[in-house]
């Protein structure tokens, strides 16, 4: 029989008052944010921002997604740079962690090493500038936002330790019925791996919509701008927003700047947000996989 | 070496497939990884642009000239880089643990689970909006944090201005975003222990404080002690993305929030001199390699099989 002293229910409380209190915190500036985006702009003017909307005002919407705006070209941007990045980056990884995985070729060990050692050693920022943007052309160009991404180490030896999980015995006797290496990646490993898979390619997928630093880097032509690096744009200079509409009647005072910034930034997080309660499950996977063996 | 390579080209045709399976990875690393650290020898050349890397001349320490001209201010950027990473692996770690410590105590699934997944959702965030969302809190005129002090009948702060209060506000938006992911490595850990232990403890009258003290904390300490290793092998890297993001070009702020980072991307984009950056960058990487090697040396006593090589 359990006997629950005052102390113990005290802790137990107490861990559901911090719970609360801390999704309480990671939500609130999301909130404000669309709260801000749906929000008059001379009411923000007079009352600052807020968690809560007052009135709601579609303006901020309507403008950011009328024509000749330049969120719907980073948007594009940033999807064809994710989709791409994540499907060229799952491709690699995998070819390269699947051939790592196999102990009984000498090779993958002097190989491992050689992608143990990038996690510890690098040239630092400015050789490899110069080897991106001189060497390799990259410079605003499109493959500067997936290529140097193109594979993360370390996703590729946590995929790889998932790998080497699998049952070798399924591979040789793939092999006596004279299978060849890329038939047991992609008929046997592939869809026994299909959770570490889905994990890594999450991870791939984030990085790639996240990143700006690539763009900061390597691209200055304004039609190349991802979301993010765009935002940075506007909520430091309204008016670059204001551009591809300098023609149209609105007045540039009439430009909610404020509702402007907020609504781009909840455009930028919706598709995560959406995705995020069904994606969660796999994500705490993938800690754990890699937490197990980083 | 005839024989080395004898054996290598009988690899080569027995395992033909695998071989083709690591190259276009290999080719990754080679350049993207490889090539730059091949090209650290700019940091002793006099880079001109025409002439790339392998063709400019040497101009041996020159570029390191800066150590003596300038060393108030490289000074500064190390211990801003030091003083912040302590301040972020010390309290980032802590709130973790306490995190994942109060997770394992609820009992209710549904409460689990959806509180678990608001307070990891703040990871998936880049740090750009992060800086949005700083804004929304910290803009002189309309931001909230200042609403509520004028609520307060106090004087608004202009935030942006004041460089003092930055390591607070670093701090906090660190934890608030990578706490909740952290936890769940902690709380990873805490499943691994052996539920036998609490059994027996709760047999013998151990509260739950006791039972934390006494099982869960020295049951993760393993991986408390290996994570924080391995974050001190990359105390002398700052997150570019974080302080870039947040600070940007602000110059009010530098005196407490430039990093080694920042300070490399700035020589290089707004100063344009590439051998000051590339010999800090140089610098910065040795440093960085043999405290990761040191802390995988300390990590490889506590267990072999968490250290990196």
Same mark, same amino acid.
């Given at each position: 029989m359990k006997t629950k002293?005052?102390?113990d229910?005290?802790i137990a409380?107490?861990a559901?008052?911090?719970?609360?209190?801390?999704?309480?915190?990671?939500?609130?500036?999301?909130?404000?944010?669309?709260?801000?985006?749906?929000?008059?702009?001379?009411?923000?003017?007079?009352?600052?921002?807020?968690?809560?909307?007052?009135?709601?005002?579609?303006?901020?919407?309507?403008?950011?997604?009328?024509?000749?705006?330049?969120?719907?070209?980073?948007?594009?941007?940033?999807?064809?740079?994710?989709?791409?990045?994540?499907?060229?980056?799952?491709?690699?990884?995998?070819?390269?962690?699947?051939?790592?995985?196999?102990?009984?070729?000498?090779?993958?060990?002097?190989?491992?090493?050689?992608?143990?050692?990038?996690?510890?050693?690098?040239?630092?920022?400015?050789?490899?500038?110069?080897?991106?943007?001189?060497?390799?052309?990259?410079?605003?160009?499109?493959?500067?936002?997936?290529?140097?991404?193109?594979?993360?180490?370390?996703?590729?030896?946590?995929?790889?330790?998932?790998?080497?999980?699998?049952?070798?015995?399924?591979?040789?006797?793939?092999?006596?019925?004279?299978?060849?290496?890329?038939?047991?990646?992609?008929?046997?490993?592939?869809?026994?791996?299909?959770?570490?898979?889905?994990?890594?390619?999450?991870?791939?997928?984030?990085?790639?919509?996240?990143?700006?630093?690539?763009?900061?880097?390597?691209?200055?032509?304004?039609?190349?701008?991802?979301?993010?690096?765009?935002?940075?744009?506007?909520?430091?200079?309204?008016?670059?927003?204001?551009?591809?509409?300098?023609?149209?009647?609105?007045?540039?005072?009439?430009?909610?700047?404020?509702?402007?910034?907020?609504?781009?930034?909840?455009?930028?997080?919706?598709?995560?947000?959406?995705?995020?309660?069904?994606?969660?499950?796999?994500?705490?996977?993938?800690?754990t996989?890699?937490s197990v063996?980083? | 070496?005839?024989?080395?390579?004898?054996?290598?080209?009988?690899?080569?045709?027995?395992?033909?497939?695998?071989?083709?399976?690591?190259?276009?990875?290999?080719?990754?690393?080679?350049?993207?990884?490889?090539?730059?650290?091949?090209?650290?020898?700019?940091?002793?050349?006099?880079?001109?642009?025409?002439?790339?890397?392998?063709? !400019?001349?040497? =101009?041996?320490?020159?570029?390191?000239?800066?150590?003596? +001209?300038?060393?108030? @201010?490289?000074?500064? $950027?190390? %211990?801003?880089?030091?003083?912040?990473?302590?301040?972020?692996?010390?309290?980032?770690?802590?709130?973790?643990?306490?995190?994942a410590v109060l997770i394992n105590e609820i009992r209710l699934t549904?409460?689990k689970?959806?509180?678990?997944?608001?307070?990891?959702?703040?990871?998936?965030?880049?740090?750009?909006?992060?800086?949005?969302?700083?804004?929304?809190?910290?803009?002189?005129?309309?931001?909230?944090?200042?609403?509520?002090?004028?609520?307060?009948?106090?004087?608004?702060? !202009?935030?942006? =201005?004041?460089?003092?209060?930055?390591?607070?506000?670093? +701090?906090?938006?660190? @934890?608030?975003?990578? $706490?909740? %992911?952290?936890?769940i490595?902690y709380l990873a850990a805490i499943t691994g222990i052996d539920q036998e232990q609490y059994e027996s403890a709760s047999l013998d009258g151990a509260s739950k404080f006791r039972k934390i003290w006494h099982i869960t904390i020295p049951g993760i300490s393993k991986t408390?002690?290996?994570?924080?290793?391995?974050?001190?092998?990359?105390?002398?890297?700052?997150?570019?993305?974080?302080?870039?993001?947040?600070?940007?070009?602000?110059?009010?702020?530098?005196?407490?929030?430039?990093?080694?980072?920042?300070?490399?991307?700035?020589?290089?984009?707004?100063?344009?001199?590439?051998?000051? @950056?590339?010999?800090?960058?140089?610098?910065?990487?040795?440093?960085?390699?043999?405290?990761?090697?040191?802390?995988?040396?300390?990590?490889?006593?506590?267990?072999?099989?968490?250290?990196?090589?």
């Amino acid at each position: 029989m359990k006997t629950k002293t005052a102390s113990d229910k005290f802790i137990a409380g107490f861990a559901y008052v911090y719970m609360i209190l801390f999704a309480i915190v990671a939500i609130i500036p999301f909130m404000t944010i669309i709260s801000t985006s749906l929000t008059d702009e001379q009411y923000i003017r007079a009352n600052g921002f807020d968690i809560f909307p007052h009135e709601v005002t579609w303006a901020a919407y309507k403008y950011v997604l009328g024509r000749g705006s330049a969120i719907l070209g980073a948007y594009q941007v940033t999807l064809v740079v994710t989709v791409v990045g994540t499907l060229f980056s799952m491709l690699i990884t995998t070819m390269m962690a699947f051939a790592l995985s196999r102990k009984e070729w000498k090779m993958s060990v002097p190989i491992s090493f050689i992608v143990y050692f990038t996690m510890l050693f690098n040239g630092g920022l400015v050789p490899w500038y110069i080897v991106t943007s001189k060497y390799l052309h990259l410079h605003d160009n499109l493959l500067a936002l997936i290529l140097p991404y193109a594979i993360n180490a370390f996703n590729l030896l946590v995929l790889r330790s998932f790998i080497s999980g699998i049952d070798n015995s399924i591979f040789e006797a793939a092999k006596i019925d004279g299978a060849n290496d890329i038939h047991l990646l992609f008929r046997i490993a592939l869809p026994l791996a299909l959770p570490g898979l889905a994990t890594i390619c999450l991870f791939y997928a984030i990085s790639y919509w996240n990143d700006w630093w690539l763009a900061l880097m390597l691209i200055s032509e304004r039609d190349l701008y991802p979301l993010q690096l765009l935002i940075r744009a506007i909520t430091s200079n309204i008016s670059y927003a204001a551009s591809g509409a300098a023609n149209s009647s609105i007045a540039a005072a009439s430009i909610p700047k404020e509702g402007v910034k907020m609504a781009t930034t909840v455009l930028t997080i919706g598709p995560i947000i959406l995705l995020y309660p069904f994606l969660q499950r796999y994500f705490v996977k993938g800690l754990t996989i890699g937490s197990v063996k980083g | 070496m005839r024989r080395a390579v004898h054996v290598l080209f009988s690899d080569l045709v027995k395992n033909k497939f695998l071989y083709l399976l690591v190259l276009p990875g290999l080719a990754y690393f080679l350049l993207f990884s490889y090539l730059p650290m091949a090209g650290i020898i700019v940091a002793f050349k006099e880079y001109r642009m025409d002439l790339g890397i392998f063709g !400019s001349p040497f =101009n041996g320490l020159d570029n390191f000239r800066f150590l003596t +001209v300038d060393t108030a @201010s490289v000074l500064k $950027v190390i %211990f801003n880089t030091l003083f912040l990473n302590i301040l972020f692996i010390g309290i980032g770690t802590a709130l973790a643990v306490i995190t994942a410590v109060l997770i394992n105590e609820i009992r209710l699934t549904w409460f689990k689970k959806i509180s678990q997944s608001l307070i990891i959702l703040p990871n998936f965030i880049s740090w750009i909006i992060v800086a949005v969302f700083a804004y929304n809190f910290l803009n002189t005129d309309f931001g909230i944090l200042n609403g509520w002090l004028k609520g307060l009948g106090m004087e608004g702060v !202009s935030w942006y =201005n004041r460089a003092e209060f930055w390591p607070v506000i670093l +701090v906090l938006l660190y @934890s608030w975003k990578s $706490v909740g %992911f952290n936890s769940i490595i902690y709380l990873a850990a805490i499943t691994g222990i052996d539920q036998e232990q609490y059994e027996s403890a709760s047999l013998d009258g151990a509260s739950k404080f006791r039972k934390i003290w006494h099982i869960t904390i020295p049951g993760i300490s393993k991986t408390i002690i290996i994570l924080l290793l391995l974050a001190i092998g990359r105390i002398f890297y700052g997150d570019f993305g974080m302080i870039y993001g947040l600070v940007g070009d602000n110059s009010l702020l530098f005196s407490t929030t430039d990093v080694i980072d920042t300070y490399v991307f700035r020589a290089l984009r707004t100063l344009n001199d590439v051998g000051m @950056s590339s010999a800090i960058g140089l610098l910065q990487s040795v440093i960085g390699f043999l405290l990761v090697f040191a802390a995988n040396a300390v990590v490889r006593k506590y267990d072999k099989d968490s250290a990196l090589f």
